[in-house]
């Protein structure tokens, strides 16, 4: 293509640093064993192709596998690559792993960010489920908390098979497969196999017991086949003050397949993932000021838990067995355990790449994926054993709440070139049937550990939902490079379609569940068939460049039994169902890029309006059974603006130091003042103007790092402003910095070639803050600070990991 662009002066920029991005793409190449790889352009979803420099340049400030700056781009657009990872422990999630770029706010109470209820990222405004995430091309559905159509990066990707991964900062291509992209896309792209035999191993030890294996194997090529077979197996404790019940533990499996042709290429890939997950307590703040940032359950102690628990139940022999919990605790503070979260995913893909003329070229790709999972977790309750006598009742019931995935889907695209037009087209479809139920277990005689599926029918069930989702998505877009490429300009438009038949369902209870707690039976349907997209780039001069875009958007409904506006009672969903829009976005995107030597320069502005946004409302506390009887709903309420402005800056003054700088500022309000119904009364609330909730104004980050013969060190620092849980910002918490440092030895300069021992320490200085919030729980106000809307963050911890290359 004519217009590809090519990125010399960047190479060796940031080889081996914990850096490697401010705006761009970067390349597929294997970054493992560079020497061995053949240079090719390759593609990011909805961009142009990029080329990468040839080896050997004896420039101090280019690398052959990194670009830095995605020269050419039409939108602001954002790159991880594997060298970003060193500051982190090994096994870190790769979503976590973003938290340093501009506008990004990526959230988890654990230091590795794998803890699946409290990921989340807030971007531009924007949550972790108004984002689209894909993994080389395939949907990886929308990012939610027991979600109901994908699964996260961690479970589909080990962290070490990464190829890059391409953060959408503002708009997302118009290919991307995805119906949740509001507000960008995360475009993951795995490694691909090497063309030389190699093996790659790696052990780690740290804090709360963590233990980690990791092991690939590379085929090399053959006659145009490579492949690689890769696993990790981790395990980690809670850092709560919990004594038992408290190990996560971790089991994945990657392979991926390639047979290369003269004109084309096939690609299989295969990801088998099972995660078992202790989960720690949400807090208040009223919970923190009494009890500390460690909260947790009182397990093993089973005889204390049940006396408490006697207090906050009814029961034939409850009044006289309750032994209060003692101050500063409140008997609603107690817990056993806060849960285990299971997951099983398989996840399969094969693509083809196919080039019909060398203008023409068409791909197709058919992926899998099935999901099962569960959350367990002790309740207070009463559980009689089935018997008719009390002697043997205890205040504790198990809660069990089970979900499924089974989608398919299938994706296919064609890209032509004539004259100074690249015109590129595609569809996505998708089938799924996703499920959740939530059952009760009051036969419980004793504790024990819920890392497992429980066996046997439950007892009671409260809810049991099946939804059939439709997804059909098209799109068609055409560059136009003029004046010698010095301006290029992209349009086209997407058209989107997606439909959820949800269906309550009797379950395998014993008892089905109440029409009092049973989710409703419905239909939604969001579709708009000319969501346009344009953009413009002008390469004013050498380094120089300009860009603007212009995208609109929508997403479908969720689905899930917390986010989706289905998960509500059949009254509920007859008054409200039929009267609800889907959200949609307009953005507006614009940027200066410079690069020149060791200077590097990104300067972004924004300015989005999110209509129809759908508001949740939930009383019930996150920690407590969920169901419809809570008064679960949801309404449109209104539209938020957001401007803003990002900066980044990588400046290497030495071949052996690399500082990045980046900044950002976030204006995000409520246009309007929010209504708010509990029954029969409603208050206005002034929520006009004020800042959107969990989305903070001000973020800067700075990352430092040096490489001096075989020792490297990276210090990474990172502000997080003042973030709102409630919609009139009377309650939230403030600013706080944290830091993190990795120090690694290449053990080849002592005799060990191919060894490396590394130290890395998350939150250096063992700042103690608010992490991620629930989304379910937000609210106008909380004057008393009683709202259970937060997690912990994890105290400093230590990782030392011996890792081998051959």
């Given at each position: 293509m004519s217009s590809h662009i090519k990125h010399g002066v960047l190479a060796r920029l940031l080889a081996g640093t914990a850096l490697a991005a401010v705006a761009g793409a970067a390349s597929a190449a294997d970054l493992r064993n560079e020497a061995d790889v053949a240079i090719a352009p390759v593609t990011t979803p909805g961009a142009d192709p990029v080329e990468i420099a040839p080896a050997g340049d004896p420039n101090p400030y280019q690398v052959d596998d990194i670009i830095v700056v995605g020269s050419g781009e039409t939108r602001s657009v954002s790159t991880l690559?594997?060298?970003?990872?060193?500051?982190?422990?090994?096994?870190?999630?790769?979503?976590?792993?973003?938290?340093?770029?501009?506008?990004?706010?990526?959230?988890?109470?654990?230091?590795?960010?794998?803890?699946?209820?409290?990921?989340?990222?807030?971007?531009?405004?924007?949550?972790?489920?108004?984002?689209?995430?894909?993994?080389?091309?395939?949907?990886?559905?929308?990012?939610?908390?027991?979600?109901?159509?994908?699964?996260?990066?961690?479970?589909?990707?080990?962290?070490?098979?990464?190829?890059?991964?391409?953060?959408?900062?503002?708009?997302?291509?118009?290919?991307?497969?995805?119906?949740?992209?509001?507000?960008?896309?995360?475009?993951?792209?795995?490694?691909?196999?090497?063309?030389?035999?190699?093996?790659?191993?790696?052990?780690?030890?740290?804090?709360?017991?963590?233990?980690?294996?990791?092991?690939?194997?590379?085929?090399?090529?053959?006659?145009?086949?490579?492949?690689?077979?890769?696993?990790?197996?981790?395990?980690?404790?809670?850092?709560?003050?919990?004594?038992?019940?408290?190990?996560?533990?971790?089991?994945?499996?990657?392979?991926?397949?390639?047979?290369?042709?003269?004109?084309?290429?096939?690609?299989?890939?295969?990801?088998?993932?099972?995660?078992?997950?202790?989960?720690?307590?949400?807090?208040?703040?009223?919970?923190?000021?009494?009890?500390?940032?460690?909260?947790?359950?009182?397990?093993?102690?089973?005889?204390?838990?049940?006396?408490?628990?006697?207090?906050?139940?009814?029961?034939?022999?409850?009044?006289?067995?309750?032994?209060?919990?003692?101050?500063?605790?409140?008997?609603?503070?107690?817990?056993?355990?806060?849960?285990?979260?299971?997951?099983?995913?398989?996840?399969?893909?094969?693509?083809?790449?196919?080039?019909?003329?060398?203008?023409?070229?068409?791909?197709?790709?058919?992926?899998?994926?099935?999901?099962?999972?569960?959350?367990?977790?002790?309740?207070?309750?009463?559980?009689?054993?089935?018997?008719?006598?009390?002697?043997?009742?205890?205040?504790?019931?198990?809660?069990?709440?089970?979900?499924?995935?089974?989608?398919?889907?299938?994706?296919?695209?064609?890209?032509?070139?004539?004259?100074?037009?690249?015109?590129?087209?595609?569809?996505?479809?998708?089938?799924?049937?996703?499920?959740?139920?939530?059952?009760?277990?009051?036969?419980?005689?004793?504790?024990?550990?819920?890392?497992?599926?429980?066996?046997?029918?439950?007892?009671?069930?409260?809810?049991?939902?099946?939804?059939?989702?439709?997804?059909?998505?098209?799109?068609?877009?055409?560059?136009?490079?003029?004046?010698?490429?010095?301006?290029?300009?992209?349009?086209?438009?997407?058209?989107?379609?997606?439909?959820?038949?949800?269906?309550?369902?009797?379950?395998?209870?014993?008892?089905?569940?109440?029409?009092?707690?049973?989710?409703a039976s419905g239909s939604l349907t969001a579709e708009d068939n000319f969501l346009p997209e344009i953009g413009v780039h002008w390469q004013v001069a050498p380094g120089h460049e300009l860009y603007a875009s212009y995208a609109e958007n929508m997403a479908m409904f969720q689905g899930g039994f917390k986010l989706g506006p289905q998960s509500v009672s059949q009254a509920v969903w007859d008054l409200q169902g039929k009267h609800l829009k889907p959200e949609t976005s307009k953005s507006f995107d614009a940027g200066y890029r410079y690069v020149s030597g060791p200077l590097q320069v990104s300067l972004a502005a924004y300015h989005v309006k999110f209509n129809d946004r759908l508001l949740q409302y939930n009383p019930c506390p996150t920690n407590q059974q969920q169901n419809p009887g809570c008064g679960n709903s949801f309404h449109n309420a209104g539209s938020v603006t957001s401007t803003g402005v990002e900066l980044g800056v990588l400046w290497k003054p030495a071949p052996w130091l690399t500082w990045y700088n980046s900044a950002s500022y976030s204006d995000t309000t409520y246009d309007n003042d929010l209504n708010w119904c509990t029954g029969a009364t409603c208050v206005i609330k002034a929520t006009a103007g004020k800042q959107q909730v969990d989305t903070p104004k001000e973020m800067f980050s700075s990352v430092v790092t040096a490489n001096w013969g075989g020792l490297s060190a990276s210090l990474m620092g990172k502000y997080t402003g003042e973030r709102f849980y409630t919609y009139t910002n009377d309650q939230g918490f403030g600013g706080y910095t944290t830091f993190d440092l990795g120090v690694s030895y290449d053990l080849g300069e002592i005799g060990a070639p191919g060894a490396k021992f590394a130290v890395n320490v998350t939150n250096l200085t063992d700042k103690r803050y608010a992490s991620n919030f629930d989304g379910s729980v937000f609210a106008p106000d909380d004057a008393t600070g009683s709202i259970v809307v937060f997690h912990a963050s994890a105290p400093r911890q230590i990782f030392a990991t011996l890792s081998y290359d051959f």
């Open positions: 690559t594997p060298s970003n990872l060193d500051v982190l422990p090994p096994g870190t999630s790769l979503q976590k792993a973003l938290n340093f770029l501009p506008g990004v706010s990526a959230q988890s109470i654990d230091a590795l960010g794998v803890n699946e209820q409290s990921l989340t990222l807030q971007v531009r405004g924007f949550n972790t489920t108004h984002l689209g995430y894909t993994l080389d091309g395939m949907p990886l559905g929308d990012g939610a908390y027991n979600n109901y159509n994908g699964l996260t990066i961690s479970r589909a990707l080990i962290s070490e098979n990464l190829g890059r991964a391409d953060l959408a900062t503002g708009i997302a291509g118009l290919g991307i497969a995805s119906t949740s992209n509001l507000g960008g896309a995360l475009i993951y792209t795995s490694r691909d196999p090497s063309r030389s035999f190699g093996v790659s191993a790696s052990q780690g030890v740290g804090s709360e017991n963590s233990q980690r294996t990791f092991l690939r194997l590379d085929t090399g090529e053959h006659r145009g086949f490579s492949a690689y077979l890769s696993g990790q197996y981790s395990k980690q404790d809670l850092f709560v003050d919990q004594g038992d019940y408290k190990t996560s533990y971790g089991r994945q499996l990657n392979g991926k397949l390639k047979y290369e042709f003269e004109r084309g290429a096939i690609t299989a890939f295969v990801d088998l993932s099972r995660t078992n997950q202790a989960d720690d307590a949400y807090l208040s703040k009223d919970m923190l000021n009494r009890l500390g940032w460690d909260w947790a359950g009182y397990a093993p102690d089973w005889q204390a838990y049940l006396d408490r628990a006697y207090c906050t139940v009814t029961g034939p022999t409850a009044p006289g067995k309750c032994v209060s919990a003692t101050s500063p605790q409140k008997n609603s503070d107690v817990t056993f355990t806060n849960g285990q979260i299971l997951r099983n995913d398989d996840l399969y893909y094969i693509a083809a790449d196919y080039a019909l003329t060398d203008n023409l070229s068409v791909r197709g790709q058919v992926y899998s994926h099935k999901n099962k999972g569960a959350g367990n977790n002790f309740i207070t309750g009463w559980s009689t054993q089935g018997t008719a006598t009390t002697a043997d009742d205890l205040p504790v019931q198990i809660r069990d709440t089970r979900y499924t995935i089974d989608r398919t889907g299938v994706l296919g695209s064609v890209s032509w070139e004539f004259g100074v037009h690249h015109i590129q087209a595609g569809f996505w479809l998708e089938e799924n049937t996703s499920s959740a139920a939530r059952y009760l277990r009051t036969n419980v005689t004793g504790p024990f550990s819920l890392a497992h599926y429980l066996s046997g029918r439950p007892d009671k069930a409260q809810w049991v939902q099946e939804t059939d989702w439709e997804t059909r998505q098209f799109y068609i877009q055409d560059t136009v490079s003029l004046f010698d490429d010095a301006l290029t300009v992209d349009f086209g438009f997407k058209s989107t379609y997606a439909k959820s038949d949800a269906r309550a369902v009797d379950g395998v209870a014993l008892t089905p569940p109440p029409a009092s707690s049973q989710f």
